[in-house]
């Protein structure tokens, strides 16, 4: 009865780790899905200030556990209804809000598209929710934050306060915190003419984000080797399986 019993609870066991198998992606992350995004925006308040524009990069990764940009979606955005629009945010980024050459788009239209896309792609990643990688991710993310609780969106698939911050990333990899020159260092090619677009900014800092993941695990960083706890469950599976055996 109890052989009976252990071998039942055995099995149940061994479908559920099946039916939960993690794929290379989520085993990388803890089941995160990151996405790079930037913005640009009319000022620095995220409650009262415009998002003018803002991209987000889609990630990948090969068999080899090597990241790399999939896809970029990208919307210059119309201020929402009684936005503020501070004189020298749009002087710094160059951005006339109400120019119709920009081909901007609702906010909430933005917003729900990059919500669509970065939920199928971090499905088929075998990922559990999507966590924002910006540079100085605070900002971004207080942004996209203030996006989504306008635009009502209840099912988004980032997560409210989790990020991965390029700036520290540089900084402790390559001794660099300002992206040009983070991106320079590491043998990024970046153009300032064409900075402070959220288009290039995202790609940019998406391609340094790979780098570093890359190159950490390049020098042998990732994955972690095999610990005690590890060879401890490998070992009571074993004896699981004996007790099985037994009863057969």
């Known amino acids: 009865m109890v052989f009976d019993i252990i071998a039942s609870l055995h099995w149940q066991t061994k479908k559920t780790m099946e039916n939960t198998e993690q794929t290379l992606f989520a085993k990388?992350?803890?089941?995160?899905?990151?996405?790079?995004?930037?913005?640009?925006?009319?000022?620095?308040?995220?409650?009262?200030?415009?998002?003018?524009?803002?991209a987000a990069s889609v990630l990948k990764m090969?068999?080899?556990?090597?990241?790399?940009?999939?896809?970029?979606?990208?919307?210059?955005?119309?201020?929402?209804?009684?936005?503020?629009?501070e004189q020298a945010a749009i002087e710094f980024n160059g951005i006339d809000p109400f120019s119709a050459l920009r081909g901007a788009v609702p906010e909430e239209e933005a917003i729900k598209e990059i919500c669509k896309v970065v939920r199928k792609a971090q499905k088929a990643a075998g990922c559990q929710r999507a966590v924002v990688v910006a540079h100085n991710?605070?900002?971004?993310?207080?942004f996209l934050n203030a996006a989504i609780e306008r635009c009502k969106i209840k099912r988004t698939p980032f997560h409210p306060f989790v990020s991965f911050d390029t700036t520290s990333l540089a900084g402790l990899a390559l001794g660099q915190t300002v992206l040009a020159k983070a991106c320079r260092t590491a043998g990024i090619e970046f153009d300032n003419k064409q900075a402070h677009s959220a288009l290039y900014d995202?790609?940019?800092?998406?391609?340094?984000?790979c780098l570093i993941v890359n190159r950490w695990q390049q020098l042998g960083g990732w994955p972690l080797p095999e610990t005690e706890a590890t060879e401890a469950t490998e070992a009571s599976e074993e004896e699981q399986d004996s007790a099985v055996k037994t009863t057969e």
């Open 62 to 85: 090969d068999d080899d556990g090597v990241l790399s940009i999939d896809h970029t979606v990208h919307f210059h955005v119309e201020p929402f209804e009684g936005a503020n629009i």
């Open 28 to 54: 990388r992350f803890r089941g995160f899905f990151p996405v790079v995004i930037d913005v640009e925006t009319a000022g620095f308040n995220k409650e009262t200030d415009a998002l003018l524009e803002i």
């Open 202 to 209: 995202t790609e940019r800092t998406a391609e340094l984000f």
């Open 137 to 142: 991710a605070a900002f971004d993310h207080g």
